[in-house]
């Protein structure tokens, strides 16, 4: 239920056995991934790698994914950070003409934030790094 996320958040952190670490890991790692896939970025800038369009429009969709994923995973603990950070960033496709009411209604699952937003973030952000391993293979396959 989602009285219970942040709490949840908190029992892992506080009772479970190296809770703690495994969250930080989690969220620390995220981290250095985008430090990795930037210096990846500028590598591939400095040699022209983005002459290359199919391995260039794959790592575009990789950091588009990647973002997606580390957004989702933000707005779980579902503290006010997370909370307001969702509401602001889901808010933004409403600045589509016509269809940008209906993007962010579609997007929350309902009129306002809540247990529908959260566990479909939840799934996402569960499913997407299975996406992005495979679009990371296509962008193996583009490379060599």
């Not at 973002?67 to 503290?79: E, H, I, R, S």
């Not at 602001?88 to 997007?107: D, K």
């Amino acid at each position: 239920h989602i009285s219970l996320a942040f709490s949840s958040i908190a029992h892992i952190c506080r009772d479970v056995q190296y809770g703690w670490l495994l969250r930080n890991l989690h969220a620390n790692g995220a981290s250095m991934f985008f430090f990795c896939i930037y210096a990846h970025i500028g590598r591939g800038l400095y040699y022209g790698s983005h002459t290359l369009k199919k391995t260039w429009y794959s790592g575009v969709a990789l950091l588009l994914m990647l973002m997606a994923t580390a957004f989702l995973g933000y707005v779980l603990p579902w503290g006010q950070m997370s909370f307001w950070g969702a509401t602001v960033i889901t808010n933004l496709s409403s600045a589509f003409p016509y269809i940008g009411t209906a993007i962010v209604q579609w997007t929350w699952g309902g009129f306002a934030i809540d247990y529908a937003t959260l566990t479909r973030f939840f799934t996402l952000h569960f499913a997407l790094p299975f996406g992005l391993a495979g679009v990371m293979m296509i962008h193996l396959l583009f490379l060599h």
